[in-house]
């Protein structure tokens, strides 16, 4: 079953890369749940992780040539979306107003009580996430997402390949989502 299940998504990305919006749907009706439900685990909002799914499609959309059907088009999604929604949640704890749409608004929709969250709380809460990274990680971390440098820029700054560069910020971020994860009842 899971071999048929591999085969079909490799026809649907094949055609995919061949620029076919019925194989596009296919796909999207396929995965939408599961990475609806991936981004609402991570950004504790309805209205972020729908954004945050879009995003994923138009981004797979505006990428299909770029598809390997030799990969796991699965991976490929969730690892977008983990990707997008820690960029959005470092976006929200630099940003006020990002901050208050995420944090604040989304709580109305769940369950997590009325509380709110101050600023202060944020900026704690991100730095501690970020101490536990190591040294080298940390400042790979920050030259990419606080900086705004490039994955080759970073590699030739630090004198390192940019597999070393992308296998730290993965690192990285599966670390501070683990953090973010244990400490949920702050968020």
């Not at 048929?4 to 995965?31: C, P, Q, T, W």
């Amino acid at each position: 079953m899971l071999e048929a299940k591999d085969h079909s998504d490799k026809l649907l990305v094949s055609e995919l890369k061949n620029g076919s919006e019925k194989a596009f749907r296919a796909l999207f009706d396929l995965y939408y749940q599961d990475i609806y439900g991936y981004s609402i685990s991570l950004l504790k909002s309805k209205e972020a992780a729908e954004e945050n799914v879009q995003d994923v499609f138009m981004k797979v959309w505006q990428h299909r040539e770029n598809l390997n059907t030799e990969q796991s088009f699965k991976a490929y999604i969730f690892t977008i979306a983990r990707n997008q929604a820690f960029n959005l949640l470092n976006k929200a704890a630099n940003d006020l107003e990002l901050k208050e749409a995420v944090f604040y608004e989304s709580q109305k929709s769940h369950e997590y009580g009325d509380y709110t969250i101050r600023e202060e709380d944020c900026k704690k809460l991100r730095k501690q996430a970020m101490k536990q990274l190591p040294p080298k990680r940390k400042q790979i971390f920050k030259m990419s997402r606080k900086k705004g440098m490039s994955y080759e820029e970073i590699s030739q700054e630090l004198g390192i390949s940019i597999n070393t560069v992308r296998n730290q910020m993965s690192k990285a971020l599966e670390s501070m989502r683990v953090f973010f994860q244990v400490h949920d009842e702050i968020i």
